[in-house]
């Protein structure tokens, strides 16, 4: 085997390596993308509940204030402070829907922003392979000429 059959070999062989790399590479940044968007939402669900729970801390306080107020002023509870409770009821859980449909609508965009990192990183691996392909291939055609012309062997004759 001369020298420039070797060295389009070594090139081929460089030009495949560096292809696998990249697509290696690419997974890893893909993997590394997907395991931080994992922790938005996990972050999103953390901060979601404890905004629940402080809406819901704040209506109980509302609540007990309420009822530490009918008990001092010695009234038995009437409409008005049915009315009055009732409102900030309403209102408490319009809240805490509000916050669900927003962690919701955030864990759905961080979600679609993961599907679409892990197609870019998969049409990066299909080009890199490709890319492998192409070197194979350009190889052998800068080899064949270059390798001893078995016809005038004799083979067949």
């Known amino acids: 085997m001369g020298l420039s059959i070797a060295l389009a070999l070594a090139s081929t062989g460089l030009q495949v390596y560096a292809a696998q790399q990249g697509a290696r590479a690419a997974k890893a940044q893909g993997a590394l993308a997907s395991r931080q968007f994992g922790n938005q939402i996990?972050?999103?669900k953390l901060t979601a509940t404890q905004n629940h729970n402080a809406r819901l801390s704040q209506f109980r306080v509302f609540e007990a204030v309420n009822q530490s107020l009918l008990g001092t002023s010695g009234r038995d509870e009437d409409r008005s402070f049915r009315a009055i409770k009732e409102r900030a009821k309403k209102d408490a859980f319009t809240d805490i829907d509000r916050?669900?449909?927003q962690t919701a609508m955030k864990i759905g965009q961080i979600s679609l922003q993961d599907s679409l990192n892990k197609l870019q990183?998969?049409?990066k691996v299909n080009a890199?392979?490709?890319q492998a392909l192409g070197a194979i291939i350009g190889g052998a055609t800068k080899a064949y000429p270059l390798m001893p012309n078995t016809s005038t062997t004799g083979l067949y004759t």
């Open 121 to 123: 990183v998969q049409n």
């Open 42 to 44: 996990k972050d999103v």
């Open 99 to 101: 916050l669900r449909t």
């Open 128 to 130: 890199y392979k490709f």
